[in-house]
């Protein structure tokens, strides 16, 4: 029996357990959206593609499970890009399924083909940052190209892949049983553990160090292992370092977490890991930033420190630090082994008092810091009350989405997250434009859990149309402001360096400019406010929770920048041997 492929295409999804895809209409895939009309499948439907695709990057760091995203050809894959390589560069599971010109149409240039190089390659667009790009050639091969995809997508090192389809062939009939056949394929790879010897050598080594650390990355997050990671830090009471990407991999009240490596770093976490004789790296490819450039006085120093590197994907063991132990593996069933052999090793643990007084003492001392701040009543308010307010109003496994600038780093930073998970931020893309779609993702996956954006001005103004989903679909996100008037960060970068902030003002006739974001809220139809005054917006926040809505809160912020003790190598090309900071002195 032959049925469409657009229809078996639609029911596979069902079966695979797919309840949401990401996508807008095009003349190349309207024959799947027809598909669509009486499945159970949920279409959440953007008005641009890079939402579509930040939304269903949020919604697969939510899951933990590949997400599907429905692209149009030519400009709407292109569109898409953005997102796409945001979510591969933070290793997120995504399934790309994009409409292209009809098969028999190669090389004649219809409407939107790309074919500058080679006849329909608009697939190869995908090619630098996509797992795999697949051009479906032959209507038979989809079935099991499909099956390929998600699989690729979720093994591994997680990440996106595109499954370029002419639009001829959703609108083609094969035999059902080139699809039946796939429900015979498992749906989850068994994953690589570590042996016993290995365990054992990694655990000892930790025994007999003076000075060791955990340093989690997002793999941790990714491989859903933060109980392991936790029972595995309290049994040898081994302090939790974590990049950017790791941030909540415990809660960060934590009696052992140390807090976020790098430029934006503190005082403590910096100098335990460059003074630590031992560390255990999970999960993380140490980034420049979370590593202050790699230099050695900073952050982190290998050697004479010594580095165990435990991560799914071999190519980022040694590739920033040299290693002495190496292991390839899944960090959730690693941590097991690591914790039974712990036990067997070291049945009674081992107790770290100072280290716990110690970090309760720094913890204490950075928050009285930042007092002075939190308690300002100041308008525009300061981003510290701002962080410290939205914190105090939120449940602790409340969804936070970050952007760029002050919400990115102040966040990592500053903000405490409770729930591992619960943060979702653009780490190796740094993507201005991911927070705001981001947290429609989120609350598709978890629509009885709080979602809140916090985000800057510049990065909300990039595609406010997540405003029209928002409403259309009734997904009631939170969207905070952080409006300053500008390209804050860059802003106090460029004002330090250069004496000037040409290009990163928002400005009109000379004075602060920038749409009112509530008004504009208002007018797709959801609820918005803009903040007069620091007091109010802890009332309006609640009230924003309290609601249920999709919510635009407005509020003014001063351009206060994130202090550091951390480096960043590009202040050293900016301004050589000069030591000038990234904050402007006037």
Same mark, same amino acid.
Request: charged fraction near 20%; glycine fraction near 8%.
């Given at each position: 029996?032959?049925?469409l492929?657009?229809?078996?295409?639609?029911?596979?999804?069902?079966?695979?357990g797919?309840?949401?895809?990401?996508? *807008?209409?095009?003349?190349? $895939?309207i024959?799947?959206?027809?598909?669509?009309?009486?499945?159970?499948?949920?279409?959440?439907?953007?008005?641009?593609?890079?939402?579509?695709?930040?939304?269903?990057?949020?919604?697969?760091?939510?899951?933990?499970?590949?997400?599907?995203?429905?692209?149009?050809?030519?400009?709407?894959?292109? /569109? +898409?890009?953005?997102?796409?390589?945001?979510?591969? *560069?933070?290793?997120?599971?995504?399934?790309?399924?994009?409409?292209?010109?009809?098969?028999?149409?190669?090389?004649?240039?219809p409407?939107?083909?790309? /074919?500058?190089?080679?006849?329909?390659?608009?697939?190869?667009?995908?090619?630098?940052?996509?797992?795999?790009?697949?051009?479906?050639?032959?209507?038979?091969?989809?079935?099991?190209?499909?099956? %390929?995809?998600?699989?690729?997508?979720e093994?591994?090192?997680?990440?996106?892949?595109?499954?370029?389809?002419? !639009?001829?062939?959703?609108?083609?009939?094969?035999?059902?049983?080139?699809?039946?056949?796939?429900?015979?394929?498992?749906?989850?790879?068994? %994953?690589?553990?570590?042996?016993?010897?290995?365990?054992?050598?990694?655990?000892?080594?930790?025994?007999?160090?003076?000075?060791?650390?955990i340093? +989690?990355?997002? @793999?941790?997050? *990714?491989?859903?292992?933060?109980?392991?990671?936790?029972?595995?830090?309290?049994?040898?009471?081994?302090?939790v370092?974590?990049?950017?990407? @790791?941030?909540?991999?415990?809660?960060?009240?934590?009696?052992?977490?140390?807090? !976020?490596?790098?430029?934006?770093?503190?005082?403590?976490?910096?100098?335990?890991?460059?003074n630590?004789?031992?560390?255990?790296?999970l999960?993380?490819?140490?980034?420049?930033a979370?590593?202050?450039?790699?230099?050695?006085? #900073?952050?982190?120093? #290998?050697?004479?420190?010594?580095?165990?590197?435990?991560?799914?994907?071999?190519?980022?063991?040694?590739?920033?630090?040299?290693?002495?132990?190496?292991?390839?593996?899944?960090?959730?069933? +690693?941590?097991?082994?690591? $914790?039974?052999?712990?036990?067997?090793?070291?049945?009674?643990?081992?107790? /770290?008092?100072?280290?716990?007084?110690?970090?309760?003492?720094?913890?204490?001392?950075?928050?009285?810091?930042?007092?002075?701040?939190?308690?300002?009543?100041?308008?525009?308010?300061?981003?510290?009350?701002?962080?410290?307010?939205?914190?105090?109003?939120?449940p602790?496994?409340?969804?936070?989405?970050?952007?760029?600038?002050?919400?990115?780093?102040?966040?990592?930073?500053?903000?405490?997250i409770?729930?591992?998970?619960?943060? *979702?931020?653009?780490?190796?893309?740094?993507? !201005?434009?991911?927070?705001?779609?981001?947290?429609?993702?989120?609350?598709?996956?978890?629509?009885?859990?709080?979602?809140?954006?916090?985000?800057?001005?510049?990065?909300?103004?990039?595609?406010?149309?997540?405003?029209?989903?928002?409403?259309?679909?009734?997904?009631?996100?939170?969207?905070?402001? !952080?409006? /300053?008037?500008?390209?804050?960060?860059i +802003?106090?970068?460029?004002?330090?360096?250069?004496?000037?902030?040409? @290009?990163?003002?928002?400005? %009109?006739?000379?004075?602060?400019?920038?749409?009112?974001?509530?008004?504009?809220?208002?007018?797709?139809?959801?609820? @918005?406010?803009?903040?007069?005054?620091?007091?109010?917006?802890?009332?309006?926040?609640?009230?924003?929770?309290?609601?249920?809505?999709?919510?635009?809160?407005?509020?003014?912020?001063?351009?206060?920048?994130?202090?550091?003790?951390?480096?960043?190598?590009?202040?050293?090309?900016?301004?050589?041997n000069? %030591?000038?900071?990234?904050?402007?002195?006037?």
């Amino acid at each position: 029996m032959k049925q469409l492929i657009s229809h078996q295409l639609v029911r596979y999804l069902e079966d695979r357990g797919v309840e949401h895809i990401f996508g *807008l209409c095009g003349h190349t $895939n309207i024959a799947v959206l027809t598909a669509l009309e009486d499945s159970k499948i949920r279409l959440i439907n953007t008005r641009h593609e890079q939402i579509a695709a930040h939304a269903a990057d949020g919604y697969a760091r939510a899951t933990k499970k590949a997400s599907v995203v429905l692209s149009h050809l030519g400009p709407g894959l292109t /569109n +898409a890009a953005t997102g796409v390589a945001n979510a591969a *560069l933070d290793s997120i599971p995504m399934v790309v399924i994009a409409g292209d010109i009809p098969s028999y149409y190669y090389g004649k240039h219809p409407h939107q083909e790309i /074919n500058l190089h080679a006849d329909a390659s608009q697939w190869e667009i995908y090619r630098p940052f996509v797992k795999r790009a697949w051009r479906v050639d032959t209507p038979e091969l989809f079935p099991e190209i499909l099956e %390929k995809a998600f699989q690729l997508a979720e093994s591994g090192r997680p990440g996106p892949v595109l499954v370029n389809v002419p !639009m001829d062939f959703f609108s083609r009939e094969i035999d059902v049983s080139l699809f039946t056949r796939l429900r015979h394929h498992t749906k989850a790879l068994q %994953k690589p553990s570590i042996d016993d010897v290995t365990a054992k050598k990694i655990v000892q080594a930790l025994l007999d160090a003076k000075d060791p650390v955990i340093y +989690a990355g997002g @793999g941790v997050i *990714l491989a859903d292992a933060a109980e392991e990671l936790r029972a595995f830090a309290e049994h040898l009471s081994l302090p939790v370092a974590h990049s950017l990407m @790791g941030k909540g991999v415990l809660p960060d009240d934590h009696e052992l977490v140390l807090g !976020m490596t790098g430029f934006w770093g503190t005082k403590l976490v910096n100098d335990k890991c460059r003074n630590a004789d031992w560390i255990v790296g999970l999960g993380t490819r140490f980034a420049e930033a979370d590593c202050s450039s790699w230099e050695n006085e #900073f952050t982190f120093s #290998f050697p004479p420190t010594k580095l165990i590197h435990i991560d799914i994907d071999s190519n980022e063991i040694g590739r920033n630090y040299p290693v002495e132990i190496g292991v390839v593996t899944d960090l959730k069933n +690693a941590l097991t082994v690591l $914790n039974r052999v712990a036990r067997e090793m070291l049945p009674e643990g081992r107790k /770290n008092d100072a280290l716990r007084k110690e970090i309760a003492a720094f913890r204490e001392t950075f928050v009285a810091g930042n007092q002075k701040f939190v308690q300002d009543d100041c308008f525009p308010m300061m981003p510290e009350r701002i962080l410290s307010v939205v914190r105090e109003v939120l449940p602790r496994d409340a969804f936070i989405t970050t952007d760029v600038g002050w919400n990115k780093n102040g966040v990592g930073q500053q903000f405490p997250i409770y729930t591992p998970g619960s943060i *979702l931020t653009p780490g190796g893309y740094c993507t !201005m434009g991911f927070g705001a779609p981001a947290a429609l993702g989120a609350k598709v996956a978890f629509p009885d859990r709080v979602v809140v954006s916090l985000v800057g001005d510049g990065g909300f103004g990039q595609n406010p149309a997540v405003l029209a989903t928002a409403v259309e679909e009734n997904i009631p996100v939170i969207w905070v402001v !952080m409006n /300053n008037f500008a390209f804050g960060t860059i +802003a106090g970068l460029q004002k330090a360096h250069y004496g000037t902030t040409t @290009g990163t003002l928002f400005r %009109k006739d000379g004075e602060p400019y920038q749409a009112d974001f509530a008004a504009v809220a208002r007018a797709y139809g959801a609820e @918005g406010v803009k903040i007069e005054s620091a007091e109010q917006f802890k009332e309006v926040l609640a009230q924003a929770v309290k609601s249920n809505k999709p919510f635009v809160i407005d509020v003014a912020m001063k351009n206060n920048p994130v202090p550091t003790t951390g480096h960043w190598n590009i202040l050293d090309i900016y301004s050589p041997n000069a %030591k000038v900071s990234h904050v402007s002195t006037d």
